[in-house]
């Protein structure tokens, strides 16, 4: 399979668990709401391997936008994502920009934090961190 | 604490022991005794976030209590015993657990209280890992949060190494717990309080 034959990938918000919108021909990778799903290794995991499977067969080298607007994660969850923005930080070290936008509210100190872990951790990630006020 | 000596028939009245031992002259805001899964702790805390909204909690605190309620029921369901699997569950699915939480008020800070009956060899690792908390300063917990996030993972695939340091690093005192032993069991009620 190519990487322009793999289907957008969708998963509808649930009470615990975030609405993924990974539409992968236009290259825009979508993360909203809260998460805590009861297994996070299940949840993110099968989501990670979608991810590394486009980004495996992906040579186009055109740029991936990724945005993420998450208003709470719980700790499994928080693990697994920095496992996910290792993923997209290695495509990026490879040669394909990978544009990180982190969406938070602006007093939302958590949130905002974490962001600037992975900020700091994957420094091939080009990352913009966005307040949005409540 | 609570008395070691007190017996009780079921894990159920030690819970109410508790809880009658800490209402007192407090304000409790929430309480839950039950079986706890994953559709329940949903529900419930969607009532914990209106009921914190309700009684003018900060913001920045709503958040915390939110946060340290969902790691300590989780952890309800990860750690408990007396654990109830239905027909139809997939490997991890439907997991049902008994316990016990509430949300208590005092001088403007919220105290969340959390019991679960655990197996003493689990009892035994979250000992340790409650003791060497209380070891630390609040910049040292950064520091591990920091450091466990960054590990791989361990065999608690489930992520309670990070529960603890993400619930203490939202605490505004150390973690106070407690295990009373279950007679006639190979079980521990642990009890977890948690100040934000």
Redesign the interface.
Known sequence: MQANQMNDLYIAAK??SPEIDFRFQDRLLSITGEA???????FWGEIIGTVRRFLSLDDSRRPITVNVALS?F???S??ML?SLFDALNEKAAQGTAVILNWYH?E????IYEFGQ?LCE?FTSLSFNDHATQ? | MISPVLSSETNRSLHWLIFSQWAGKRDVIFYYEGYFSQTIIAAVADAVKMRIEHVGAASKTQRKLFSSFIEMTQNIIHYSVDAYTRDDSAVFGNEVRHGSVYISTEQGRYHLHCANPVHVDVAAQLRAKLEHLRTLTGDDIKREYKQCLRADTDEDSKGAGLGLLTVARDASEPLEFDFIAIPNSDNALFYLKATI
């Open positions: 009470p615990s805590y799903p009861e297994n996070a290794a299940v709470y719980n700790s499994s928080t693990k920095f509210d007093d939302d100190d958590t872990e951790d409540s």
